[in-house]
């Protein structure tokens, strides 16, 4: 039930712009994105769920297509804070209260 | 802020030992989880509770057990280490209910080396 993650890992200059992609097998309820810098817990960014609309906070936002069972991790201007380790994590059912993390997307911005 | 400790950062125990790890939230939450992360597998949930005394498998639970005596406090136990266990542990918590709402909080995890 583990979803998918792509690309594996990317790398970017400051300014440049990058989309996290993150699909399942299964029809979710719910996609959590997280993000984990090195040596540090994961930090919760946002939930998209099921029948609702497009999620963003400053320069990074997600979608979720609930028919593709996939969600989409948007970040635009990239900055040197942006570097980590992103996770999606999904619930298949209401409640379920457990989620499914992909292996991640390392994601690096230099000057 | 909810806060979820983990009481070590660093752990080295020997094969065959017995190892507990702890993690304590102080924010009332019904919910708790434990995950091991290792590289390019991701974080891969071991065991959760819903409520005191709760407790489900999650997608790897060979090899370990959960104590939830209180709701603060979640346990981790592996009853016999093995050197396949070595990874880095993190904990987790969120409000009960309708938990989709709530993201995760997590603890900075404890690295655990079994030799």
């Known amino acids: 039930q583990q979803p998918v993650q792509s690309p594996q890992a990317v790398i970017l200059r400051e300014g440049e712009d990058a989309v996290i992609n993150c699909s399942s097998s299964k029809a979710l309820y719910s996609v959590h994105w997280y993000r984990q810098k090195h040596g540090e817990a994961p930090v919760f960014l946002m939930i998209l769920l099921k029948g609702g609309e497009q999620k963003g906070h400053d320069k990074i936002s997600a979608s979720f297509n609930e028919k593709k069972q996939q969600s989409s991790l948007y970040l635009t201007a990239s900055q040197l804070s942006y570097s980590g380790t992103y996770f999606c994590g999904t619930e298949i059912q209401a409640g379920a209260n457990n989620l499914f993390f992909g292996t991640g997307t390392r994601l690096t911005v230099i000057p | 802020d909810v806060k979820v400790t983990q009481s070590s950062r660093y752990l080295v125990k020997r094969t065959g030992e017995k190892v507990f790890l702890e993690c304590v939230q102080d924010m009332d939450h019904e919910n708790m989880f434990w995950y091991r992360q290792d590289p390019g597998l991701g974080l891969r949930l071991i065991y959760f509770s819903y409520d005191v005394k709760m407790k489900e498998k999650g997608d790897i639970p060979e090899g370990y057990s959960v104590s939830r005596e209180k709701k603060e406090r979640f346990s981790l136990i592996l009853e016999s280490a093995s050197t396949n266990q070595t990874s880095m542990y993190l904990c987790?918590?969120?409000?009960?209910?309708?938990?989709?709402?709530?993201?995760?909080?997590f603890g900075s995890g404890t690295r655990l080396t079994v030799v």
């Open positions: 987790a918590s969120t409000p009960g209910g309708a938990g989709a709402i709530y993201g995760y909080t």
